[in-house]
């Protein structure tokens, strides 16, 4: 009797595509309210006048780089979270988690502490001569946004902790609560109350702390992988912290050199004036929405590849990386054309002049074109290396190119070649093509896999 062929079993998969439905719908919905709100708040803070956009503009290139720097340990510690949760190790997973939270908490509250003790040379010398009424607005501003350092550092790092447990709509919801007490806060305090800038610091304070207190009760779960321990041990577990750091120091000195370089480039904008300034402002609120599915997905890459890793399977890494790639193309092709057809709409909401209007407009179809071409390769892509632990390639070719492309041409292209504030942007677009050759190269020869598996 003839023996019967066995088939082979298909591969089981970490993730399918509900899983992946369910995680990636939350985080774009995060994602939209987040910059939806930071639209709304400009459009409010307008209503001031355009010394107070720049201003709000000012400061928040600063706020960006300290929140992208607590972001990139949140993003170490999930790393290490999600490579223990993919080897079913949940009790360091964990301690991974509860590790991350107390170390984050305590960086959060010195970088505060700091904040405060050089305000004014951060106004001064970073930004260099200002005129008086922005400087003024720029002050006032940062004082009272500089008291939720701490709260966002938690938040992030909770919601980090959440995604990579594959539960994105805990992230979401917080959000939601965040977003509609900022932007409630801002309307009653700027239009009611007459508040002025000071008016959309304090409801970006109070909704920054009402999230972080969210996300620590809701971390009490009992049927969580990852729960918050009470009494928490606020003892520093040397071994764990240095895992984290070895993932979120190298992303984190990747992402504040990244953002120091938009600070130097928003000081060679200042140069050119207040209506370039209001248009540079415009363009980078506006054009986040060109690029929200990107940085969705980004969040997703990290949840899932790490998963992988941890399970030791790489072909499902490659197998995620090209799925999650080809849905951020899709989806980000989608939310561009929808945002150019309604580009003229947008733009008269923000009560600007006609030069700065025009400014803006070049700007943003600028930057929507190549969001659809090379972003995904520029900034999804490389979180794949980073959840594989290959975090030192990613963050030399981001700073080199940065420094290279970005800060150097945008001087040369808006000095030398009299293309003012719209020359930054175009060395914007080089300096994403040069990363996106790299990283692309990095996948394709599986460099990435001697950091990953050990090989």
């Known amino acids: 009797m003839q023996k019967q062929a066995v088939l082979p079993q298909p591969r089981l998969r970490l993730f399918d595509n509900a899983a992946l439905f369910r995680l990636i719908l939350p985080l774009i919905v995060e994602q939209f309210l987040t910059i939806a709100v930071g639209m709304v708040d400009s459009v409010m803070v307008s209503s001031v006048g355009e010394a107070a956009v720049s201003a709000v503009s000012l400061v928040d290139t600063v706020n960006v780089l300290i929140v992208n720097l607590f972001s990139a340990l949140a993003t170490g510690g999930a790393v290490i979270a999600g490579q223990y949760l993919g080897r079913n190790d949940t009790g360091n997973a964990e301690k991974a988690g509860n590790q991350l939270l107390l170390f984050t908490g305590a960086s959060a509250l010195v970088v505060m502490a700091l904040v405060y003790l050089g305000h004014n040379l951060l106004l001064d010398v970073v930004f260099g ?7 003024a607005f720029c002050s006032s501003y940062l004082l009272i946004v500089a008291a939720s350092i701490p709260f966002i550092a938690i938040y992030n790092s909770g919601a980090a902790l959440f995604r990579v447990m ?18 409630c806060g801002n ?3 700027i239009y009611r ?27 009490r779960r009992p049927d969580l992988s990852i729960r918050l321990r009470l009494p928490f041990d606020f003892r520093f577990d ?22 120091l370089g938009k600070i130097v480039l928003l000081s060679l904008v200042a140069t050119f004036g207040t209506a370039s300034i209001a248009a540079n402002a415009v363009g980078n609120s506006v054009s986040s929405f060109q690029s929200l599915a990107g940085m969705a997905m980004s969040m997703a890459m990290v949840a899932v590849i790490s998963r992988c890793v941890g399970a030791g399977d790489e072909e499902q890494v490659q197998y995620y990386t090209r799925k999650l790639m080809a849905i951020c193309y899709a989806v980000m092709l989608a939310t561009n054309a929808l945002i150019l057809l309604a580009m003229p709409m947008i733009l008269h909401a923000y009560n600007l002049s006609s030069e700065t209007m025009e400014m803006a407009k070049r700007v943003l179809l600028l930057h929507g074109s190549f969001c659809c071409l090379i972003w995904p390769l520029s900034f999804t ?26 800060v150097i041409c945008g001087y040369v292209f808006a000095n030398a070649l009299g293309l003012g504030m719209f020359g930054t942007w175009v060395a914007m677009i080089v300096d994403w093509g040069v990363r996106s050759a790299f990283f692309f190269w990095r ?5 990435w896999k001697r950091a990953a598996f050990n090989i």
């Open 129 to 135: 001569h200002l005129e008086a009424d922005v400087r």
């Open 166 to 183: 594959g539960n994105s709509n805990v992230s979401m919801m917080v959000s939601i609560v965040m977003n509609t007490v900022n932007i």
């Open 187 to 189: 309307a009653f305090l």
């Open 193 to 219: 109350l007459r508040m002025g800038i000071v008016g959309a610091a304090i409801p970006t304070l109070v909704s920054r702390i009402l999230a972080a207190g969210m996300m620590l009760a809701w971390l």
């Open 238 to 259: 040397r071994q764990m912290i240095g895992r984290i750091l070895r993932l979120g120091v190298p992303n984190g000195l990747e992402n504040s050199m990244f953002q």
């Open 381 to 406: 892509l490389p979180n794949a290396l980073r959840a594989a632990n290959d975090v030192r390639f990613s963050m030399i070719v981001s700073i080199v190119s940065m420094w290279l492309f970005r």
């Open 443 to 447: 996948i394709r020869s599986g460099g």
